[in-house]
């Protein structure tokens, strides 16, 4: 049975940081890619960035290039969501996806596993 199980969210205030932690179980994901989406009330689930275990690559959305950074460790299974120099826009539910790597990494709907997601909430 697949599990992803994150950890890390919390209240922060504008500017603060917060590390997100995805641990995956049930299977062997060396060729899948991992990511985080969000999706904040009446929004829709949004992509925020990826990583391929393959090959090491990450993917940023324009709105958290500079601030986020997502990273793997395998030895752990475990993929990471660091955030700095965060807004009150970047408050939402995070939830961690796994998929077989397709390339279109930034589509919901190529992830096959997700998640119970982990509240991000940004005070100004």
Not at 70 to 93: C, F, H, R
Request: charged share 15%.
């Amino acid at each position: 049975q697949v599990q992803l199980v994150e950890s890390g969210g919390g209240l922060v205030q504008a500017g603060g940081s917060l590390r997100l932690s995805c641990v995956a179980s049930g299977r062997t994901f060396s060729s899948y890619a991992m990511a985080w989406f969000r999706q904040a009330p009446g929004e829709e689930r949004e992509f925020v960035a990826a990583h391929t275990w393959t090959g090491g690559s990450t993917y940023n959305a324009d709105s958290v290039k500079g601030r986020f950074t997502i990273s793997g460790d395998s030895a752990k299974n475990t993929v990471y969501l660091q955030m700095n120099s965060l807004k009150p826009e970047d408050t939402a539910v995070y939830y961690c996806a796994a998929g077989p790597y397709s390339g279109n990494y930034y589509r919901p709907g190529e992830y096959q596993y997700w998640g119970q997601g982990t509240q991000v909430t940004v005070s100004s």
